[in-house]
Structure formats: structure tokens, C-alpha cells
């Protein structure tokens, strides 16, 4: 049974960090790639960045670029979000997902719960 659990999120001050985690279980990250994504209210879902099954990592959305990167841990089938010189914009739940197959370019199938990142002073 395919399970994608994230983890990290709270409360941040304006210019912190904040690392997400995504567990995964039920497969392994090596056959499949996993995207970040996060949804604040009122707006529509923005994916992040996305790291394919040989761990090459896509181009982060412009909008995060220079300051969130994507890493993963094999051992823990775990893949991370680092996220840094954070902005009250970039307040929202965020979502990791699995992919369809090994490329970040197959369609989101499995969601995990989300993590609330609250970005205020």
C-alpha cells in the first residue's frame, strides 16, 4: 500500500528555514519520482520541485527558486524539502506526491496529508 506522510511544518519567523520530510512507504524511491507541492487558501495548487527516481532534481518554480532545494534519503526512503529565507508568501499547506512512474513528468497519483508552513512575525 502506497503511503506518502509529510512532516516538519509550524510556525516560522520571516527569513527562517524549515526542512519538510515526505516518508514514503510501499514503494521505493528509486522506481518512482516524488514532487513537492503546497496550496494556500485561496489559490490554486503550485508545484515546487520534483526529484526522479535517479535523483536528478527538477528546476524549482520561480517563485522559490534560490531558496527551497529537494534531496532525498534512500536508506530512509525519505525525500526532503529545505526551505529557506522564508517569506509570509510562501505561507500554505504543502504536499508531496508520487509520481506515476520514474520521471517527473508523469502525473501526481498518491497525495499525502500536508503539512501546515505558517511564515509570520
Same mark, same amino acid.
Given at each position: 500500500?502506497?503511503?506518502?506522510?509529510?512532516?516538519?511544518?509550524?510556525?516560522?519567523?520571516?527569513?527562517?528555514?524549515?526542512?519538510?520530510?515526505?516518508?514514503?512507504?510501499?514503494?521505493?524511491?528509486? /522506481?518512482?519520482?516524488?514532487?513537492?507541492?503546497?496550496?494556500?487558501?485561496?489559490?490554486?495548487?503550485?508545484?515546487?520541485?520534483? *526529484?526522479?527516481?535517479?535523483? *536528478?532534481?527538477?528546476?524549482?518554480?520561480?517563485?522559490?527558486?534560490?531558496?527551497?532545494? *529537494?534531496?532525498?534519503?534512500?536508506? /530512509?526512503? +525519505?525525500?526532503?524539502?529545505?526551505?529557506?529565507?522564508? /517569506?509570509?508568501?510562501? +505561507?500554505?499547506?504543502?504536499?508531496?506526491?508520487?509520481?506515476?512512474?520514474?520521471?517527473?513528468?508523469?502525473?501526481?497519483?498518491?497525495?499525502?496529508?500536508? +503539512?501546515?508552513? +505558517?511564515?509570520?512575525?
Amino acid at each position: 500500500q502506497v503511503q506518502l506522510v509529510e512532516s516538519g511544518g509550524g510556525l516560522v519567523q520571516p527569513g527562517g528555514s524549515l526542512r519538510l520530510s515526505c516518508a514514503a512507504s510501499g514503494f521505493t524511491l528509486d /522506481k518512482y519520482a516524488i514532487g513537492w507541492y503546497r496550496q494556500a487558501p485561496g489559490k490554486e495548487r503550485e508545484g515546487l520541485l520534483c *526529484i526522479s527516481g535517479a535523483g *536528478i532534481s527538477t528546476s524549482p518554480a520561480d517563485s522559490v527558486k534560490g531558496r527551497f532545494t *529537494i534531496s532525498r534519503d534512500n536508506a /530512509k526512503n +525519505t525525500v526532503y524539502l529545505q526551505m529557506n529565507s522564508l /517569506k509570509p508568501e510562501d +505561507t500554505a499547506v504543502y504536499y508531496c506526491a508520487r509520481k506515476s512512474y520514474y520521471y517527473c513528468s508523469g502525473q501526481s497519483i498518491y497525495w499525502g496529508q500536508g +503539512t501546515q508552513v +505558517t511564515v509570520s512575525s
